[in-house]
């Protein structure tokens, strides 16, 4: 079979598959609910899992496996220990092992994981909800770029909740970030 006719097989494949995707989706909007109901004001962890996955938490705060797909097994356990910064680079943003290097210096995104020690177990709703806020955690810190929380503290409190309450289901990890 010549290149240009395997491509052609498989572009075909493609839109059969992309066919049935949408058949099957049509099926499902006219007949079913959707997988999880989201209302306004829901503040479940289920609701939480999407506006987690809106919001990107994993690109920064999982560690990701060899093929660079989040490592759910360490889930939201931040920068492993031991990792260094990327180097600082002018005018660029850097990153690796999910660390950061910017114009502000280094970051590291953080165990968010229900540890107590390691991770945000102490901190109940109202200091997630003002951390998110406030850009300003429990502990005093200033939360450095690229960390979105001026995008996430424009959510209304049950998605802000919802997203903690969900995040409080993560097996806890005792992963110590040693960031800035
Ligand atoms: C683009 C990268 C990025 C994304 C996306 C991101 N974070 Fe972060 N996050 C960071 C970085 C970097 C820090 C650490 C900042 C610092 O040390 O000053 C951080 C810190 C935090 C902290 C503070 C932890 C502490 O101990 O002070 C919380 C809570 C947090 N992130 C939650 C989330 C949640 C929830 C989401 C998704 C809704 C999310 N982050 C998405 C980069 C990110």
Known sequence: ???????????????????ARCQRSTTAVSTTAAPVAVAAGDTSAARGAQLVLLGGCDDCHTPQLPNGEPDMSRRFSGVPAGSAAPPSIANVVATENLAFSGPWGTSFPRNITPDVQHGIGSWNVQDFIRTMRTGTDPQGHALLPPMPYKEFGKLPDADLTAIYNFIRTVAPSSNAVTGP
């Open 1 to 19: 079979m010549s290149h240009s006719a395997y491509v052609l097989f498989a572009a075909t494949l493609m839109t059969g598959a992309a066919l």
